[in-house]
């Protein structure tokens, strides 16, 4: 009817265009909306349209050159109507509906209304021509995705209200997503990506950073990123929000990946001879695997990030305005590397064997004698050497450790109610959690050595002791291990005495809080912890014979008292 009564078409036009430009908000809202709405339509039409002719293109050609066709006349035909019904729809869009139509309906085209409301005072509306414009773009991209159309993506990345913002970069995320619109958005990203980046870095609504931090994830897929730029958003893995971190993780886990690469291009000649050369396996002797340099990278990764957040703080904001990402010397606030590890742990397989984590960090790197002389430049001997952690490193892989722990036993109590119940199709538990050893089992074992190795300094003592409220003490007596124990909670009453650490106190006291829950093992602990009192009650009275008290003595006797 549009195309043979064009009185229709004028009649429609005018009363759209007249309502889209009234003071009366539900009217000026209705006819934009009825507006777009034609536009959306009708590129949907054109490419399905567009689509069934380029298949019967195809077809013809085939039809054609075989020999034995009957049909050529038949989609000969379809062909023709087909592309007749494009060229009257063309013709259509651009007198009518095109801005760039020089007919006497130039002022008064549907696409005039997407130009004035574009910038309307109501956000719905604005919203509304953006989201659109995106669906245009990806309808009909030969017409609409270009630069004079992009422009308008680019302004309301600007829009002051955070339902346009949040609408326009979703429908960035699509066309970013295909590599079809890849030629046409590289001047584009040029012109906005400061933009993108200040979005993600400090924008006022939660969802359009996570949504920006989307949205670049797909500019860095596309090689559209310089590193700089993505250090800036890695950053943001500190993040006191959650969403946040998990967005970006992907982000990082592709600059881990980076540094892998580059480790093992050092120690070998590419990436997959250091691999095949290595293995993965992780209990042999005297093995370097290919997972731990993938840990070294992280440990790399995070250090650089936790300096460039150190030294950005330190330039731009005072002291007592800081955010707090280390944690407090006797509060709850959890460390940066913490949320970083914990946020990782989900996405990197290789972090949720924590006990391929706990072997690496007691692993002695030195070098063998067998990798000395001509075999000091194998690729054993060099991955032994690239392996080896500093300290720095080494604090940062407990926090990980932590964080893979914490996740693992968390697993296993959301589904120790299914143990030993017959499961539906499609619950089963996968393979390798069927020969994982448990986390109270693994530490058991692990927690000793690590106290040994890591017990001498508070930060890393502390990050030790906070793995053992993981630990199901009862099962020491399960595994006949009740001697182990009482040697545990020997050296954790050690830790205690031998520190005048905030965060090693906190630990020790949650440490005796969790073993006096305890069914099996109960009586070691109420033992273990009397001595205890009985240890602070002599070195009190010897600290304070004589001397002015302070916070910290009374401390150190109150966690005792009242902790337990």
Not at 41 to 63: G, R
Not at 439 to 460: A, I, W, Y
């Amino acid at each position: 009817m549009l195309d043979t009564d064009r009185s229709v078409l004028t009649k429609l036009n005018e009363w759209i265009f007249s309502l889209s430009s009234t003071n009366f908000r539900p009217f000026r809202h209705t006819a934009t909306s009825i507006s777009l709405g034609c536009i959306t339509t009708l590129c949907d039409i054109y490419a399905k349209i567009n689509k069934q002719f380029d298949t019967h293109n195809v077809l013809l050609e085939k039809e054609k050159k075989s020999k034995k066709s009957t049909k050529v006349k038949e989609v000969e035909k379809i062909a023709k109507a087909l592309e007749s019904q494009l060229q009257k729809l063309s013709e259509l869009m651009e007198t009518t509906y095109d801005r760039y139509s020089s007919t006497i309906f130039n002022k008064l085209t549907l696409f005039s209304v997407f130009v004035h409301r574009f910038r309307d005072v109501d956000y719905h509306i604005r919203t509304e021509c953006v989201h659109e414009l995106g669906l245009w773009m990806q309808l009909l991209p030969q017409i609409y995705f270009d630069g004079a159309h992009l422009r308008y993506m680019g302004w309301a990345l600007s829009d002051s209200h955070s339902t346009t913002r949040l609408d326009v970069v979703k429908s960035l995320q699509k066309l970013y997503s295909s590599d079809t619109y890849l030629p046409n958005l590289r001047h584009f990203t040029e012109r906005f990506l400061s933009r993108f980046i200040e979005m993600a870095t400090s924008d006022a609504d939660r969802s359009v950073r996570v949504a920006t931090i989307v949205l670049l994830d797909h500019i860095r897929e596309r090689e559209l990123l310089e590193n700089e730029d993505l250090d800036k958003i890695c950053c943001m893995i500190f993040d006191a929000e959650g969403r946040v971190r998990r967005a970006v993780v992907s982000c990082v886990v592709s600059v881990v990946e980076g540094a892998y690469e580059e480790l093992c291009e050092g120690i070998g000649r590419n990436v997959d001879a250091v691999e095949k050369e290595l293995g993965d396996e992780k209990d042999r002797t005297d093995g370097v695997p290919s997972t731990w340099l993938r840990f070294k990278a992280l440990c790399q990764v995070l250090l650089k990030y936790d300096k460039m957040v150190e030294e950005a703080q330190a330039d731009d904001q005072p002291a007592e305005d800081k955010f707090p990402f280390k944690g407090l010397e006797f509060g709850d606030v959890e460390s940066r590397i913490s949320m970083a590890a914990t946020a990782l742990v989900s996405e990197m397989e290789e972090l949720q064997d924590w006990d391929n984590i706990a072997l690496y960090l007691l692993a002695d790197h030195s070098s063998r004698p067998t990798e000395k002389g001509r075999n000091a430049g194998g690729i054993l001997a060099k991955a032994r050497r690239a392996a080896a952690l500093d300290a720095s490193e080494e604090t940062i892989l407990l926090e990980v450790l932590n964080a893979s722990v914490l996740a693992r036993r968390t697993y296993e109590d959301d589904h120790e109610d299914t143990k030993g119940k017959k499961r539906k199709r499609g619950d089963s538990e996968p393979a390798e959690d069927n020969d994982r050893v448990d986390v109270s089992t693994g530490l058991v074992k692990h927690l000793p050595p690590l106290l040994h190795r890591f017990g001498s300094k508070p930060d890393t003592a502390a990050l030790i002791l906070k793995l053992i409220p993981s630990v199901n003490l009862d099962k020491y007596n399960e595994l006949r291990q009740d001697e182990a124990l009482e040697f545990l909670l020997e050296d954790v009453g050690k830790q205690f005495m031998n520190h005048t650490s905030g965060e090693v106190f906190r630990e020790v006291g949650n440490i005796l809080l969790h073993a006096q829950k305890a069914q099996e093992v109960g009586f070691l602990v109420e033992g273990r912890i009397l001595e205890l009192q009985d240890e602070v009650n002599s070195a009190f009275s010897s600290m304070v014979n004589g001397k002015v008290l302070t916070p910290f003595h009374y401390y150190m006797m109150l966690i005792i008292e009242f902790g337990c």
